[in-house]
Nanobody, 126 residues
Framework: QVQRIEDGTGSVQAGGSLTLSCTTS????????VGWFRQVPGKEHEAREF???????????WYTDSAKGRFTLSRDNAKKTVYLKMDNLKPEDTGVYYC????????????????WGQGTQVTVSS
């Protein structure tokens, strides 16, 4: 999976916006979802936190509570690319963001089952 920052450099002021993209190496499959997770600074020994997940088929999306209303997922099946648009960013959104090419959402949380992207540093300053 190849991750990119679609706009900006990854460092933004609080209240700013940023769009990340994840291009997968596998063909989109209806029942497969792509997820975004975040590694929080100082918690590298802990599991990556779930942020959002979207299905290739139908574009159904789920978000963690802190992302609802601020983050928006979209996908372009022809380009095998998922986009995570983040608005009204807060300092607590800071971390390394990873996409996973096979994720699921159950029991109110996202779970990563597939391959990871290389990670993208997002820094939000107050």
């Amino acid at each position: 999976q190849v991750q990119r920052i679609e706009d900006g450099t990854g460092s933004v002021q609080a209240g700013g916006s940023l769009t990340l993209s994840c291009t997968t190496s596998t063909d989109p499959t209806r029942d497969v979802a792509v997820g975004w997770f975040r590694q929080v600074p100082g918690k590298e020994h802990e599991a990556r936190e779930f942020v959002a997940v979207i299905t290739w088929g139908g574009g159904r999306a789920w978000y963690t509570d802190s992302a609802k209303g601020r983050f928006t997922l979209s996908r372009d099946n022809a380009k095998k690319t998922v986009y995570l648009k983040m608005d009204n960013l807060k300092p607590e959104d800071t971390g390394v963001y990873y996409c996973n090419d096979r994720a699921t959402f159950y029991n109110g949380a996202g779970h990563a089952l597939g391959r990871w992207g290389q990670g993208t540093q997002v820094t939000v300053s107050s």
